[in-house]
């Protein structure tokens, strides 16, 4: 393989990773507000006065799309990007983008299914909104930390 061929790889890997990061933390986030604001729905037939807690809930999930732009963000304003970038390089900024869009994705669907079983308890009179963001935060911190290591990554790129 020539010079040539190996900067094009880095780079095709390299985008690869970034639109995995933003695609599959971005799909996570819209599934796991999705999830909330299904239950809001229903949960508003029951107690419309609650609102506001339904619609913090349903917001929670969402952040995992953000640490998919910020990752993003954080890679691309560092202009290694290039062709002349290594292959070292192309392959951690592809693994960076598969850990961080896979954790995001994950950790958002299931926080989508903790801000929802709180939105119909909320729902059904119970008085859980602090306890439901409180368990909401678990799935939150996995993608948290991905985000941190992506951080990581990038401070060696």
């Keep these: 393989m020539i010079a040539s061929d190996s900067g094009n790889l880095a780079l095709i890997l390299a985008y690869i990773g970034l639109g995995l990061m933003l695609a599959l933390a971005g ?8 999830m909330g604001g299904n239950a809001a729905i229903g949960a508003l037939k029951k107690n419309p006065d609650s609102f506001g807690n339904y619609m913090l809930l349903s917001a929670l999930p969402g952040t995992q799309g953000l640490y998919g732009f910020a990752g993003f963000f954080i890679i691309n304003s560092q202009g ?27 950790s ?50």
């Design 80 to 106: 290694i990007i290039q062709a002349s970038m290594t292959m070292t390089q192309g392959a951690a900024i592809f693994a960076a983008g598969l850990a961080l869009g896979f954790v995001g994705l994950l």
């Design 27 to 34: 799909i996570g986030s819209a599934i796991g507000v999705s």
């Design 108 to 157: 958002a669907m299931k926080q989508g299914g903790v801000t929802s079983s709180g939105i119909a308890a909320i729902g059904a009179g119970h008085k859980v909104f602090g306890s439901t963001m409180i368990l909401a935060v678990f799935p939150e911190l996995y993608a948290i930390i991905a985000f941190a290591a992506t951080f990581l990554i990038s401070t060696t790129l």
